[in-house]
């Protein structure tokens, strides 16, 4: 199932790939200006995954945060987090010389993008 979500007239629509299972109908909205606090107070690592440096996120949260906020807000209320900020997990082996095949020699390491 997709849904569409329109930022403003002048923004294209996105159709986003979710199954909705439920959604939230009570709850608190977030502001744009919390957003952008949130955003400039952030640590500035960057993950792998994220396609703009944490440091250009923060310089240009002003802009960046009404968007951020409806995405919140759309994701709450469809009860459907994007794929694209979800963390990707993978396994790394511990130390070297041991069973490959037995996994409690790995550990899980994740990676998370930034707006996540």
Not at 48 to 71: E, G, H, M, N
Not at 83 to 103: C, H, M, Q, S, Y
Request: net charge positive; hydrophobic share 40%; proline share 9%.
């Amino acid at each position: 199932m997709y849904y569409t979500v329109r930022a403003s007239a002048a923004t294209p629509l996105y159709d986003v790939p979710c199954r909705v299972t439920s959604s939230l109908a009570d709850f608190a909205a977030v502001t744009v200006d919390k957003v952008a606090k949130l955003i400039r107070s952030a640590p500035n690592k960057t993950c792998q995954l994220d396609p703009a440096p944490t440091w250009l996120v923060k310089d240009t949260s002003r802009l960046l945060s009404p968007l951020v906020s409806l995405l919140i807000k759309e994701s709450l209320t469809m009860g459907c987090f994007p794929a694209e900020f979800k963390a990707i997990v993978r396994p790394l082996l511990k130390k070297d010389g041991v069973d490959l095949t037995d996994l409690k020699n790995y550990r899980p390491v994740s990676n998370l993008p930034f707006f996540s």
